[in-house]
């Protein structure tokens, strides 16, 4: 069983990365897409810290990590979740879904693995540079626990994304125009790049438990400074767990509602 | 095609516009969730100016600002840019063309459709604003409704036309999707949409003037929380006025050049 889906992830990847090979101009284009973005959503940074020392206990070093983790989740976002499902909505609208469920493999898996953009990658690459600058600049490496933390953070990131995903694109079910999930979507994770400390009261309730986007760049953040308590790592990966699962629940629940349009 | 034609059949168009906004709620109501940046950012800044104000900007001034930029956006939205382009790649343009009145009309009347649902939005944050940061929220002189009105006027012509002249690149090139994209990007780093433009380094404070993004969102915002003096008013209105006569010329020549490359595929 696992390895059927092993093979079938295999052959998936395969025909996006020939199909991307293609595009090899892309590559380019993207990059300079990419390093462009990531300046323009550091200039917010940088006003905020006009003549400000620390902002709710984070300096300005520590706050270009969460950047650092912001960018190159989004490139995981845009490079491995995204494509996938935005074809999901398209399915839906035109009634298309029919050919996947029709198929013998579970639908969740092949709807998301059907496209990747590799040449994505390039924001997670740009993330790397930022960790490397802001730790050159606060004068001292992440410590190498610190770093296996954020690692194992980053899957959990990963996951807890790509649940967020399974939640809003089940939501194309129920209400069918919904050309503007995507903004939708990314204008909630925009949030994530500022520690999530700035927050206060009921936003703070909703960023960290409701839509966790404090999990996903401030946790991993803390991690490679060496201030994430072990609590607070098991919790991540238990809740990240606990939010896929849910997303699964729904994913099924929304998939009985699913009325093939006759074309 | 004439203009009178257009203006004779524009109040039913904006009428259609306005049922489908009403057909189309929950679509409103993910826009309007999608928009919700201005709160996120208010949290930001008001956890910044804890201990000292940030220019002219205390808490309390950060609070009527942006819920200030929530209403502007919710008033000044347009989608355009999306429709066009996915029309010209459907080819459903088509059908729009056979219509006896050029599809910017439609287009404009479709996005001002929606305005009477975002206005039913805005206007309640609006009042909590007044309730929360006192009368500083909205005009206190009687001048500045008037330029409320007009500045909102200028900055949707803006965000349209806008959205119309990036819109219709699609027919210059397979997709402006990623042309909107970089627009966006600029869009929200120079707007005031996360931040008063007047908080910007020097060297980009001087360059924000000459930009369309900031008569967009930030001057509606200036207008409607009492930043700028009558004469300062006037000035950045009229900057407003040039941009939507620049950016309506742009974007009627785009379109008339790129009209004649049309070519319906499937459709």
Known sequence: ?????????????????????????????????????????????????????????????????????????????????????????????????????????????????????????????????????????????????????????????????????????????????VDNLTYFFQSIFDAARWPSSVFKGALSVVFTFIIPLALMTTFPAQAMLGRLPLQALVAAVAGAIAFAFLSRKVWLRSIGHYTSASS | MSLRTAARAFPTLVRIGFSEALAYRAELLIWVLSTTMPFIMMALWTAVARDAPVGRYGQEGFVGYFLATFVVRQLTGAWAAWQINFEVRQGTLAMRLLRPISPIWSYAAENLGAVPMRF??????????????????????????????????????????????????????????????????????????????????????????????????????????????????????????????????????????GLRRFAAYGG
């Open chain 1, 1 to 177: 069983m696992l390895r059927r889906y092993l093979r079938l992830f295999g052959v998936q990847l395969r025909s996006s990365s020939l199909l991307a090979m293609q595009y090899r101009g892309d590559f380019l284009l993207e990059g300079l897409i990419s390093i462009f973005w990531t300046f323009t959503a550091l200039a917010p940074l940088f006003v905020v810290y006009q003549g400000r020392k620390a902002i709710a206990g984070w300096s300005f070093e520590e706050a270009l990590l969460v950047v650092g983790w912001f960018t190159l989740l989004q490139g995981v976002l845009e490079g491995a979740i995204t494509p996938s499902l935005n074809g999901v909505v398209d399915h839906i609208r035109k009634g298309t879904l029919d050919f996947v469920l029709l198929k013998p493999a579970d639908a969740q898996f092949l709807v998301s693995t059907t496209r990747f953009l590799p040449w994505r990658a390039t924001n997670i690459l740009t993330g790397m540079v930022i960790f490397i600058y802001a730790f050159h600049q606060m004068g001292r490496g992440p410590s190498l626990p610190g770093l296996l933390a954020a690692l194992v953070l980053l899957g959990t990131s990963t996951l807890l994304l790509y649940s967020m995903w399974i939640l809003t694109v089940s939501a194309a079910f129920f209400v069918v125009r």
């Open chain 2, 120 to 257: 039913l939005v805005g206007v309640p944050v609006a009042i909590i604003s007044v309730l929360v940061v006192g009368p500083d929220a909205v005009p206190r002189q009687w001048w500045g409704w008037p330029l409320l009105a007009l500045a909102l006027l200028g900055g949707w012509l803006i965000t349209f036309l806008a959205n119309v002249a990036i819109g219709t690149m699609a027919l210059y090139m397979e997709s402006s999707q990623k042309l909107m994209d970089v627009w966006l990007v600029l869009f929200f780093v120079f707007s005031g949409y996360m931040y008063p433009v007047e908080l910007l380094p020097p060297v980009m404070r001087s360059l924000v003037d000459w930009l369309p993004f900031r008569y967009q969102i930030g001057l509606g915002a200036e207008v409607m929380t009492n930043a700028h003096s009558l004469p300062t008013a006037l000035k950045l209105l009229a900057g407003q006025w040039l941009w939507v006569l620049g950016m309506g010329a742009l974007a009627v020549g785009l379109w008339r050049r």
